[in-house]
């Protein structure tokens, strides 16, 4: 596996990235991106030259994942959106190493944090469909996972929940806010 910048300029690739999008979202998250031309319309965006936009590929050129980012902040921040392994592929690390570069590659532009928003429209957490306005805290303390959510993996990377956006996506359905100090 490699992991490359990518610039925008292979067109193959690009399709195979948009239809990444459509098939690794689909199953938890309905509304991120529906069809093939709203995750070629992402893709198109994650190129614009202020951005981080790595991939993975085997060695026949195949893409196995993707990730972006987004400076906020001046550029001490950085929003992690989006990561995306194919659907069969998922727990082999891809993921992981897709973190790491992108991390480093956040240090390189002098970046201090990066945030991510974790969307739970699903269920999928003990933070979904309860009133996150009573004890927030206390809840984001005992969050418990139901359905393979992402944020364990994100904390195992060393990401921690530093807030939560209730309804965002909906009643009962929040956005799990998580970030990580990339540089000390």
Not at 85 to 102: D, H, S, T
Not at 122 to 147: A, G, P, R
């Given at each position: 596996?490699?992991?490359l910048a990518f610039d925008g300029k292979n067109e193959a690739l690009k399709h195979q990235m948009a239809q990444l999008l459509v098939d690794a979202f689909r199953e938890h998250w309905d509304d991120a991106w529906e069809t093939f031309e709203d995750g070629l319309k992402e893709i198109e965006e994650m190129c614009e030259a202020e951005r981080i936009f790595l991939i993975a590929v085997n060695d026949d050129g195949k893409l196995l994942g993707m990730i972006g980012?987004?400076?906020?902040?001046?550029?001490n921040v950085w929003e992690l959106h989006p990561l995306a392994?194919?659907?069969?592929?998922?727990?082999?690390?891809?993921?992981?190493?897709?973190?790491?570069?992108?991390e480093e590659q956040v240090k390189q532009r002098s970046g201090l944090t990066i945030t991510l928003g974790s969307d739970d429209q699903?269920?999928?957490?003990?933070?979904?469909?309860?009133?996150?306005?009573?004890?927030?805290?206390?809840?984001?303390?005992?969050?418990?996972?139901?359905?393979g959510h992402p944020f364990e993996f994100y904390q195992k990377m060393g990401?921690?929940?530093?807030?939560?956006?209730?309804?965002?996506?909906?009643?009962?359905?929040?956005?799990?806010?998580?970030s990580k100090r990339v540089t000390s």
């Open positions: 596996m490699q992991i980012g987004i400076p906020e902040y001046d550029g392994v194919q659907p069969g592929l998922q727990g082999k690390g891809i993921g992981r190493a897709l973190v790491i570069e992108f699903d269920e999928m957490t003990s933070l979904s469909m309860v009133d996150l306005y009573e004890n927030l805290w206390d809840k984001v303390k005992h969050i418990q996972n139901f359905k990401y921690i929940i530093t807030g939560v956006v209730p309804d965002a996506n909906g009643r009962g359905k929040p956005d799990i806010i998580m």
